[in-house]
């Protein structure tokens, strides 16, 4: 039973224009939500994160959003450009420490120049 | 400013044999944890600590041992390997002290093929 879920393995976009990944959960004791970019061969690096008090938070060309009551979250990224090609993943936890993380299936985005 | 150090980077392993997967963090973090990467899966967590001392099971422990003596290192025992742990390993690190809705930090991973 997955408790987070990523329902696109995969997404192309065109440089310059938006990419919206999405992301839903079924855990209501939930708080803290993170991205987290992956290149093939190398660990994740955060990206942004987002605590339940919130419904948005900005960090340059990338926003995140959540929705609690649908339990769904999307990261935005404005312009997107061919260095974002990666998999993108989703991950949540229940204190924000950054501990314990449950993670997504991941989405590969691809943008194409 | 090394991060998070995993060493192999890769290991081919005979079913049975047994093996440690090392991880190092030099950030003075208190929480660290080891996660698993299958194909088409996001990552699951094997254990994690909370300090020098504690640690507990996570979403898929079987198989696996773990120890915390010091602050700095967490290493992952796999006492018989078997196919089904071939996987990408994980080691991560965070910490409280960098403030509140703080992020784990990763290694580079290691690549485990059992045989």
């Given at each position: 039973d997955q408790q987070v879920k990523q329902n696109s393995p995969s997404l192309s976009v065109q440089e310059g224009r938006i990419s919206i990944l999405n992301c839903d959960y079924?855990?209501?004791?939930?708080d803290y939500f993170l991205w987290y970019k992956k290149y093939p061969a190398e660990g994740p690096t955060f990206l942004i994160s987002i605590s339940s008090i919130k419904d948005k938070n900005e960090d340059g060309r990338f926003t995140v959003f959540l929705n609690k009551s649908a339990k769904h979250l999307s990261l935005h990224i404005v312009?997107?450009?061919?260095?974002?090609s990666a998999v993108y993943f989703c991950a949540a936890s229940?204190?924000?420490?950054?501990?314990m993380l449950t993670f997504g299936g991941g989405t590969r985005l691809m943008v194409k120049p | 400013n090394a991060g998070v150090t995993q060493t192999p980077k890769f290991q081919v392993l005979k079913t049975g044999q047994s093996m440690t997967l090392q991880c190092a963090q030099?950030?003075?973090?208190?929480y660290m944890s080891w996660y698993r990467q299958d194909p088409g899966m996001g990552l699951r967590l094997i254990h994690y600590s909370v300090g020098a001392g504690i640690t507990d099971q996570g979403e898929v422990p079987n198989g696996y041992n773990v120890s915390r003596s010091t602050t700095e290192d967490f290493p992952l025992r796999l006492l018989s390997a078997a196919p089904s742990q071939t996987s990408v390993y994980f080691c991560a690190s965070s910490s409280l002290y960098r403030g509140w809705n703080t992020e784990a930090f990763f290694g580079q991973g290691t690549r485990l093929t059992v045989v």
């Open positions: 079924t855990n209501s004791m939930f312009p997107s450009q061919p260095g974002d229940e204190d924000n420490a950054g501990n | 030099d950030m003075n973090h208190e």
